[in-house]
């Protein structure tokens, strides 16, 4: 890997290499790489006309959009870093992030503007808002506000590790952190990309995941970075992604296995056109085998699974299309490491383990964060001799494929016996009547943790406690079964898709000694 990256430069070569080529497409509005190099030349001299200087922070928070690519570019320009904030927080939680960033600037969405309004008065370190669609009596349109500068590329000393984004980690335990990611972190991705994409300028590329997600911004940047075309969706609507697939024919995708649940729910799948994808990525959170084996018989194209967090820039593992013949006996894994990542599954003294035996999974290799933002603590135990310790547990196989079970701290203790969620939702939910699972642990006097499954049935279907606990013998050993289920309207996720366990849990562990997660 070369060690002068710099991600705005790349950006700026291709967009000299294809200045006419559409590269972004949002509710019809197209805008050209030489239009997206035009317009964030604006923003950066509007950045520096606000003083911003390098290093420093500024909030985002709004829909996804193509103006976000713009602003990222410019701030890039400007060496300042985006910030970007989970659009689902309430609003205590946001002004932890933007405090925490010490933002100095937000940029926000019409549906975020009362939100903002709320919390302004404690965010001192904020000196400007900018309304991204306009329409505030006291805060600058966007796009007037860049709109008043000329488009004049500031010359500034760029740096290969200047943070270049900051994304701040869901925060199930505790308050969230800010993951530190680099031009340097950036390109690791980009050639990790070439192990599972290879997209070229003829792909049409649909960003359907939010901005705010490490998935959402490689997707994203790593399309802009190959000359593809990329249609940009303002969030998750399962509707709106199978008729722009359809009417826009769409070539490429990235989806999270609930989003993949939820477009294969829709009503009109079967006739659905999807003839136009060659390639679904999908990552996350586990991925039940059945849906799997559906979207795949519906899409008739190459599945690829990546496995990443936010501290490795979004890198580490993938499961190539080969892999995804039920024969191979893969379905369950993420793959095998990516180029330039190693991969190590270790106990809790961070000793290798055996084949086979569940441990830890720790990574190294480039694309590893810069690492928490004024957190030198958190780094430090995230972070051992280069290796970055994931928090998710699973086993590495007799041919190196790595096997994912679930997060370290999701793992239920049943009677000394450890039951992973992922395998038991997994065979669940081969069920037909079942349309979403999630099992957690609960407090049992007998076994210290029992296994709880809450299902939401299929529309129209009817379920018994019993008939799932029987579904299940056939499939799973008995120590791993349910032994209760509740049954429930919708799960509780985050944005990304992954089970919010610690909402399950917590009626539950209300008032008892020991908490999970």
Same mark, same amino acid.
């Given at each position: 890997?070369?060690?002068?990256?710099?991600?705005?430069?790349?950006?700026?070569?291709?967009?000299?290499?294809?200045?006419?080529?559409?590269?972004?497409?949002?509710?019809?509005?197209?805008?050209?790489?030489?239009?997206?190099?035009?317009?964030?030349?604006?923003?950066?001299?509007?950045?520096?006309?606000?003083?911003?200087?390098?290093?420093?922070?500024?909030?985002?928070?709004?829909?996804?959009?193509?103006?976000?690519?713009?602003?990222?570019?410019?701030?890039?320009?400007?060496?300042?870093?985006?910030?970007?904030?989970?659009?689902?927080?309430?609003?205590?939680?946001?002004?932890?992030?933007?405090?925490?960033?010490?933002?100095?600037?937000?940029?926000?969405?019409?549906?975020?503007?009362?939100?903002?309004?709320?919390?302004?008065?404690?965010?001192?370190?904020?000196?400007?808002?900018?309304?991204?669609?306009?329409?505030?009596?006291?805060?600058?349109?966007?796009?007037?506000?860049?709109?008043?500068?000329?488009?004049?590329?500031?010359?500034?000393?760029?740096?290969?590790?200047?943070?270049? %984004?900051?994304?701040?980690?869901? *925060?199930?335990? /505790?308050?969230? !952190? &800010?993951?530190?990611? #680099?031009? =340097?972190?950036?390109?690791?991705?980009?050639?990790?990309?070439?192990?599972?994409?290879?997209?070229?300028?003829?792909?049409?590329?649909?960003?359907?995941?939010?901005?705010?997600? %490490?998935?959402?911004?490689?997707? *994203?940047?790593? /399309?802009?970075? !190959? &000359?593809?075309?990329? #249609?940009? =969706?303002?969030?998750?609507?399962?509707?709106?992604?199978?008729?722009?697939?359809?009417?826009?024919?769409?070539?490429?995708?990235?989806?999270?296995?609930?989003?993949?649940?939820?477009?294969?729910?829709?009503?009109?799948?079967?006739?659905?056109?999807?003839?136009?994808?060659?390639?679904?990525?999908?990552?996350?959170?586990?991925?039940?085998?059945?849906?799997?084996?559906?979207?795949?018989?519906?899409?008739?194209?190459?599945?690829?699974?990546?496995?990443?967090?936010?501290?490795?820039?979004?890198?580490?593992?993938?499961?190539?299309?080969?892999?995804?013949?039920?024969?191979?006996?893969?379905?369950?894994?993420?793959?095998?490491?990516?180029?330039?990542?190693?991969?190590?599954?270790?106990?809790?003294?961070?000793?290798?383990?055996?084949?086979?035996?569940?441990?830890?999974?720790?990574?190294?290799?480039?694309?590893?964060?810069?690492?928490?933002?004024?957190?030198?603590?958190?780094?430090?135990?995230?972070?051992?001799?280069?290796?970055?310790?994931?928090?998710?547990?699973?086993?590495?196989?007799?041919?190196?494929?790595?096997?994912?079970?679930?997060?370290?701290?999701?793992?239920?203790?049943?009677?000394?016996?450890?039951?992973?969620?992922?395998?038991?939702?997994?065979?669940?939910?081969?069920?037909?009547?079942?349309?979403?699972?999630?099992?957690?642990?609960?407090?049992?006097?007998?076994?210290?943790?029992?296994?709880?499954?809450?299902?939401?049935?299929?529309?129209?279907?009817?379920?018994?406690?019993?008939?799932?606990?029987?579904?299940?013998?056939?499939?799973?050993?008995?120590?791993?079964?349910?032994?209760?289920?509740?049954?429930?309207?919708?799960?509780?996720?985050?944005?990304?898709?992954?089970?919010?366990?610690?909402?399950?849990?917590?009626?539950?562990?209300?008032?008892?000694?020991?908490?999970?997660?």
């Amino acid at each position: 890997m070369m060690s002068d990256f710099i991600l705005i430069e790349a950006m700026e070569a291709r967009g000299a290499k294809q200045p006419d080529t559409t590269a972004l497409v949002y509710q019809g509005r197209e805008t050209s790489y030489g239009q997206l190099s035009h317009s964030s030349n604006q923003v950066a001299q509007a950045l520096l006309a606000e003083g911003i200087e390098p290093h420093a922070r500024i909030g985002f928070m709004g829909a996804n959009s193509d103006l976000y690519f713009q602003l990222l570019y410019g701030m890039q320009k400007t060496r300042s870093v985006l910030v970007g904030v989970n659009s689902r927080l309430a609003g205590p939680e946001v002004a932890y992030v933007l405090n925490d960033a010490q933002a100095e600037m937000v940029f926000v969405g019409k549906d975020f503007v009362p939100l903002i309004e709320s919390i302004l008065a404690d965010c001192p370190s904020v000196k400007r808002v900018i309304a991204m669609d306009g329409g505030h009596d006291e805060w600058t349109a966007f796009d007037a506000w860049r709109d008043a500068f000329d488009a004049v590329a500031p010359s500034l000393d760029y740096q290969p590790d200047d943070d270049i %984004i900051q994304l701040y980690t869901s *925060g199930t335990t /505790g308050h969230p !952190k &800010g993951v530190q990611l #680099t031009n =340097l972190n950036m390109q690791s991705a980009f050639e990790q990309s070439e192990d599972w994409a290879g997209w070229n300028e003829k792909e049409h590329v649909l960003l359907c995941m939010p901005l705010f997600h %490490i998935a959402g911004v490689n997707v *994203g940047l790593i /399309g802009l970075y !190959k &000359g593809s075309k990329v #249609t940009v =969706l303002p969030e998750v609507d399962p509707a709106e992604i199978l008729r722009l697939i359809e009417v826009e024919k769409v070539s490429v995708l990235f989806m999270v296995p609930a989003v993949i649940l939820f477009v294969m729910q829709q009503p009109n799948i079967a006739e659905a056109d999807v003839s136009s994808v060659r390639q679904v990525i999908y990552g996350a959170s586990p991925i039940a085998e059945e849906l799997l084996v559906q979207a795949a018989a519906k899409f008739k194209c190459d599945f690829v699974q990546v496995y990443g967090l936010t501290e490795t820039t979004g890198g580490g593992t993938n499961l190539k299309p080969e892999d995804h013949d039920p024969a191979r006996n893969k379905l369950r894994s993420c793959g095998k490491p990516n180029a330039g990542v190693e991969v190590r599954i270790v106990d809790e003294a961070g000793n290798d383990v055996a084949q086979g035996e569940v441990g830890e999974i720790i990574l190294r290799g480039a694309s590893i964060m810069k690492g928490y933002w004024n957190k030198p603590d958190a780094t430090a135990d995230a972070v051992k001799d280069e290796w970055f310790y994931s928090g998710d547990a699973g086993f590495l196989d007799a041919e190196g494929y790595v096997f994912i079970h679930d997060r370290v701290k999701d793992m239920i203790v049943s009677g000394g016996e450890n039951v992973y969620p992922a395998e038991v939702e997994n065979a669940l939910f081969a069920h037909p009547d079942i349309a979403d699972v999630a099992v957690i642990g609960v407090p049992d006097e007998k076994w210290g943790e029992a296994v709880k499954a809450c299902v939401v049935a299929a529309p129209g279907k009817e379920l018994s406690e019993k008939d799932i606990i029987d579904f299940a013998r056939a499939r799973i050993a008995g120590y791993k079964l349910p032994k209760s289920v509740d049954f429930i309207e919708a799960l509780p996720r985050n944005p990304s898709g992954k089970i919010l366990r610690r909402e399950l849990r917590e009626p539950y562990w209300e008032g008892v000694g020991r908490r999970v997660g």
